[in-house]
């Protein structure tokens, strides 16, 4: 009993002081999973714990568990409409992105380890593909806006391309352990019976838990449980039948999460720290089980190992992915450098060591000592290295909060909260007065709190500085009415954003021809009697989203709105600056 309560204490100091230090890690802008992974390191043998932990085979039950969870949350909050544009791009770095990685990788290690070739392109296929872990928390805690491309291109590659380095990494071992018995004929085989059993019992899955959530009536905590639960026995199941249980449970969160029902919202904010929980315990229990001195010995292999990917492999095979798909070269450049690598690599380098392979210690402390490096260099710098590659776009007016209460089957509605601000056209404003002016009769104020108490509203109501209102509004309006509230007037559509969307907006709709006769600029004989969106897009040879810009001679035509249908519903125009005469 005594053990027990020792072995539950010190998880549960582990994991309180590792989040109360996220705060420490958000100042010093650190991903958070490190932190984790260096409180893990801390308490391990070589740290101020003295914890000798080597078992392996609870860390890859362990890892494997939080992977599976940690996927389902991500594809619980992928929304359908971003495979419009990034579905194959995502799909093909998946695939011949992990392929590509590994086999550039695998030639540099064979010559900087000086092992032989099988061992290197195990080496490499450990540490081949991007971490849906380190991808998600960084990319939705960055505190910049991505264009959608790439935001898309980059969450779906991560969620999608495990069975890929899995498949690698099992070939390899075989190769290593029965030569015999490895083939090319054996490797595609694997590929597709991965593939095709985890999409269709991801997609299977996922209908019938769908099903479920809309139909039961249970107590709000159960409906996690019941997501959870499914996913795990989808994720399981489809292991058993050597399909990619990884694809599966992040196929079978995708369609929960896009067919909402009454328990969506209780699912979603349960799954949040169920994740959260996940992350932090598999970077624990890894960052106690790697042995800091070791990392030492071999710290100058997996710096050079580091580099190679982060500045060559990585790049090179992404380009090569993206070449079909005309993305942006600052596109490419920047999913290339956001190549992160987390708890995966090191799950897989726990394989080798379970099934015996030679130097198998090496390979794994190699692809710690590259994970670490890949979220202390990639990892702190995704904010800065999107600003510095140009993908970032301006920040959405959006509602503080927003929740969804269903009042039927299929019928919900929308209350969105916004914070009155300084200098808005909310500000001393009756907030019916307000609504009235922006001309929706589906919009109702329900309730405005000022200083934590709700307000009464009479006639004489004025909104001030720093009341919260809600409002009962279609969540298509959230961004327009967010607008009202926002400071110094923002709500001028005219005005807000030109530095990076234009001066001026324009119909999409209007024809290209009449827009050039008004600015004076040329175009092209078979473009004039075009609509602007339909030029636009046969301009930019890919599909479009907000952000992306086109050039006509002087002037810059970018995509400023859309609908989620993907089509183009605004646009900025952005003149030539004028010469100053004096």
């Not at 690598?341 to 190699?366: C, K, T, W």
């Not at 108490?453 to 409002?471: E, I, Y």
Request: with cysteine; net charge negative.
């Amino acid at each position: 009993m005594t053990s027990i309560n020792a072995f539950l204490l010190l998880g549960g100091v582990l994991l309180f002081v590792s989040v109360l230090a996220s705060t420490l890690s958000a100042r010093l802008g650190l991903p958070l999973l490190l932190l984790f992974l260096f409180v893990g390191m801390l308490a391990g043998e070589d740290g101020i714990g003295g914890i000798a932990f080597h078992d392996f085979s609870t860390a890859m039950l362990v890892g494997q568990l939080a992977l599976a969870v940690i996927l389902l949350d991500g594809g619980l909050r992928t929304r359908i409409e971003t495979f419009r544009v990034a579905l194959w791009p995502a799909a093909v770095l998946a695939t011949w992105g992990v392929i590509g990685t590994a086999l550039l990788l695998g030639l540099f290690a064979t010559w900087l380890l000086d092992v032989h070739w099988s061992l290197a392109l195990l080496l490499a296929a450990i540490v081949g593909s991007t971490d849906a872990a380190a991808v998600f928390s960084l990319l939705r805690n960055s505190g910049v806006r991505l264009n959608d491309r790439v935001k898309a291109t980059l969450e779906i590659e991560s969620g999608a391309n495990d069975p890929m380095a899995i498949l690698l990494v099992t070939v390899m071992v075989e190769v290593l352990l029965q030569p015999e018995a490895a083939s090319g004929w054996r490797f595609a085989f694997l590929l597709v019976t991965q593939m095709g059993l985890g999409a269709l019992a991801g997609v299977a899955g996922g209908w019938v838990l769908a099903r479920l959530l809309a139909r039961l009536r249970l107590a709000e905590g159960l409906y996690a449980l019941l997501i959870v639960s499914g996913g795990l026995m989808i994720f399981s199941a489809t292991n058993a039948i050597n399909g990619s249980g990884f694809l599966a449970i992040y196929l079978a969160g995708l369609v929960v999460g896009n067919k909402r029902c009454h328990a969506t919202e209780h699912v979603l904010r349960v799954m949040d720290g169920l994740a959260w929980l996940a992350q932090a315990g598999m970077f624990l229990i890894l960052g106690l089980l790697v042995t800091p001195s070791h990392l030492l010995d071999n710290a100058g292999y997996a710096l050079g190992m580091a580099l190679f990917l982060m500045l060559v492999a990585r790049p090179l095979a992404v380009w090569s992915g993206l070449l079909p798909f005309h993305f942006a070269r600052n596109e490419v450049a920047y999913i290339s450098w956001v190549g992160l690598r987390g708890a995966v690599p090191i799950v897989l380098a726990i394989y080798p060591v379970m099934m015996g392979v030679p130097n198998s210690i090496l390979l794994f402390d190699v692809a710690f000592a590259v994970v670490l490096v890949s979220l202390l260099v990639q990892g702190a710098t995704v904010p800065m290295a999107a600003r510095l590659f140009r993908v970032v776009v301006p920040p959405r007016d959006e509602p503080v909060d927003r929740l969804e209460v269903w009042v039927g089957e299929t019928a919900a509605l929308d209350l969105l909260e916004y914070r009155v601000a300084a200098g808005s056209r909310a500000e001393g404003r009756h907030p019916d007065d307000l609504l009235d002016e922006e001309g929706s009769d589906a919009v109702r104020c329900v309730a405005v709190v000022r200083r934590g108490n709700l307000l009464r509203t009479t006639s004489g109501t004025r909104l001030a500085q720093g009341d919260s209102v809600w409002l009962a509004a279609p969540d298509e309006l959230a961004e327009r009415l967010a607008k009202a509230f926002a400071a110094g007037g923002a709500g001028n559509e005219l005005t807000a954003h030109a530095g990076f969307f234009g001066e001026f907006v324009v119909d999409p709709h209007c024809p290209a021809g009449e827009l050039a006769a008004a600015y004076g600029f040329e175009l092209q004989e078979d473009e004039v009697e075009l609509p602007l969106a339909v030029m636009f897009r046969r301009r930019l040879a890919r599909p479009p989203v907000v952000g992306d810009k086109v050039s006509i001679g002087a002037f810059v035509l970018t995509v400023k709105e859309m609908d989620h249908a993907g089509h183009v519903t605004q646009m900025g125009l952005k003149c030539p600056s004028l010469p100053r005469l004096f």
